[in-house]
């Protein structure tokens, strides 16, 4: 069974612009959540969505915002590009039944790696 | 609101010794914790969860976390140390099965000498 897969790996982008990050969730899952790390702030959550639906939001500034598909791929993106958004970003996905043990068992892609200068 | 609190922000241990690595919880309900690896370069791997069925709770790669409520702990023990071992772990809590946000802890590195 494939895991979480994020596109693109890596990149870089100029102060200002603006970036879209892409995640597949497992198969089967229908909650995908983003997370941002970084050294000085590390791992904070951003959002959640579950079925196209936005479920939990993080304490970041309205230029991040994400989105969810029929498909449950999930889309997040970043609007005029601040220095300080230079971080991993992280997908996770889990199969987001509710009641169950197994529904909130959080898997995470390999992160795409955000530099902007 | 959850949070977690890891003691330690590096660990040096022998090949071979016990790794421990400690996790305090703030929760005003039975929480949902967890543990995850994480390797230079890559994503988080989940190592073990708890979710209130058994206190120890046994993961991956011979890790195994105790649950206990009176310390308002989850720490973290391997018997014995490898070299393939050395990652930064974290420590996570959700509030609850139905809540997906997790709360991480700020990391503990772990280094493994020969």
């Known amino acids: 069974k494939a895991g979480v897969t994020q596109t693109p790996r890596y990149l870089i982008k100029t102060r200002g612009q603006q970036v879209t990050l892409s995640c597949s969730p497992i198969?089967?899952?229908?909650?995908v959540s983003w997370y941002q790390q970084t050294p000085g702030q590390g791992l904070q959550f951003l959002f959640e969505?579950?079925?196209?639906?936005?479920?939990n939001k993080g304490n970041f500034p309205g230029r991040f915002s994400g989105r969810q598909f029929s498909n449950s791929r999930s889309e997040m993106n970043v609007s005029t590009l601040e220095l300080g958004d230079s971080a991993l970003y992280l997908c996770a996905s889990s199969p987001g039944q509710t009641g169950s043990h197994s529904g909130n068992t959080i898997y995470f892609g390999e992160g795409s790696w955000l530099t902007v200068v | 609101a959850q949070s977690v609190t890891q003691l330690g922000s590096h660990v040096s241990v022998s090949e071979g010794a016990l790794v421990l690595l400690r996790c305090n919880y703030s929760?005003?309900?039975?929480?949902?914790l967890f543990w995850y690896v994480q390797y230079p370069n890559q994503g988080l791997q989940l190592l073990l969860k708890y979710t209130s069925a058994a206190t120890l709770v046994k993961g991956i790669n011979g890790f195994e976390a105790e649950f206990k409520k009176s310390e308002t702990s989850f720490h973290l023990t391997k018997p014995s140390a490898h070299m393939s071992d050395a990652a930064e772990y974290f420590c996570?809590?959700?509030?609850?099965?139905?809540?997906?946000?997790?709360?991480f802890g700020a990391g503990t590195t772990v280094t493994v000498r020969a």
């Open positions: 996570a809590v959700s509030p609850s099965s139905n809540d997906y946000k997790l709360s």
């Open positions: 198969s089967g899952h229908r909650s």
């Open positions: 929760s005003s309900v039975p929480p949902y």
């Open positions: 969505y579950f079925s196209e639906t936005q479920r």
